[in-house]
C-alpha cells in the first residue's frame, strides 16, 4: 500500500468511529456517544464534524446523529429513509443514497455497499419508523485509502464483490454475535474482502455481546499477513 497513507482512525467504543482524513477532514460513522457505555467522556465531543455516515436506524448506531448534526452542520450520508427521517428532525446537508451509489462529499469518496441486518428507527414517542435497509460504507479518504465500515451485518457472501470491487485495505467489522456476525464469520469476512488489517468493533459494550478479538484472531490464524488491530475505546490507529 506505498504511497497511500492511512487516516487517523480512532474508535469511540461499539461501531463509532472518528476518522480524520490526511487532509484533516472529520468523518464520524455511527455518531452514538452520549449513551454508549464504552465511548471514553472526553471523547464524546467534537471539535467539528464535516461529514456523518449513518448504516442503519438501530438507536446504537444513529443515537446521536441529529444532536451532533444540529450541533456541527456536517454533510449525513445515509440511506433514503434515514435522510428523510434526518431531514423531518431538522437537519440540512443530508444526502439520501442507496446501495451500490458512490457521493463525493467533503472532498471523499463515499460508496453504500449492503448488510445483512434489519433496520428501524426508534422514535421520540417510542414507535418504531421504518429505516430502510442497513448497509455500510466504503469511504476512500484523499491519497487513496479506503476504510469498509460493516455495519451490523452477518457474514454474506458479496463481500467478496465489495472485496473485488473497491479493494479496501482496512475493514471494520463487528464481532460481538448476537445481533451481528462473531469472530468465526468475521474471519471468513476477511478472507473474502482480501483485506490486510481489521478493527474488531461491536463486541464487549453489552455482556450479550461475547466475541472477542482474541477469538477473531484464532479463527484468522491461516489467513497470511492479517493484522488484526486491536484498539481500546478511545484509541487511535494510523498515521
Ligand atoms: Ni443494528
Ligand atoms: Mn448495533
Redesign the pocket.
Known amino acids: 500500500m506505498a504511497g497511500k497513507v492511512t487516516p487517523k482512525i480512532t474508535w469511540l467504543g461499539h461501531a463509532t468511529f472518528r476518522i480524520e482524513s490526511p487532509q484533516g477532514k472529520v468523518v464520524v460513522i455511527d455518531p452514538w456517544v452520549s449513551e454508549n457505555p464504552s465511548c471514553p467522556k472526553e471523547k464524546a465531543e467534537f471539535a467539528k464534524i464535516d461529514l456523518m455516515l449513518v448504516t ?1 436506524g ?1 438507536f ?2 444513529i443515537g446521536d446523529a441529529v444532536a451532533l448534526g444540529k450541533k456541527h452542520n456536517p454533510n449525513v450520508v445515509a440511506i433514503y429513509e434515514i435522510c428523510a427521517f434526518l431531514e423531518e428532525k431538522g437537519l440540512g446537508n443530508v444526502i439520501g443514497m442507496n446501495k451500490g451509489g458512490t457521493v463525493e462529499v467533503a472532498g471523499l469518496g463515499v460508496t453504500m455497499v449492503g448488510a445483512d ?3 428501524s428507527i426508534l422514535d421520540d414517542d417510542g414507535k418504531l419508523v421504518y429505516g430502510g435497509e ?1 448497509c455500510g460504507f466504503v469511504v476512500e479518504f484523499e491519497g487513496g485509502f479506503k476504510v469498509y465500515h460493516a ?2 451485518t452477518n457474514l454474506f457472501g458479496d463481500m467478496k464483490l465489495i472485496g473485488e470491487l473497491y479493494k479496501p485495505d482496512l475493514a471494520l467489522l463487528p464481532i460481538g454475535g448476537h ?2 456476525m462473531g469472530p468465526k464469520e468475521a474471519a471468513v469476512a476477511c478472507r473474502l474482502l482480501g483485506v490486510r488489517s481489521v478493527i474488531p468493533m461491536h463486541f464487549g459494550t453489552f455482556p450479550i455481546l461475547k466475541g472477542s478479538p482474541q477469538a477473531l484472531r484464532k479463527a484468522a490464524k491461516d489467513i497470511r499477513d492479517l493484522e488484526v488491530i486491536e484498539l481500546r475505546p478511545g484509541e487511535t490507529y494510523g498515521a
Open positions: 442503519h438501530h446504537d448506531h441486518h434489519s433496520s442497513a455495519g451490523d445481533y451481528t
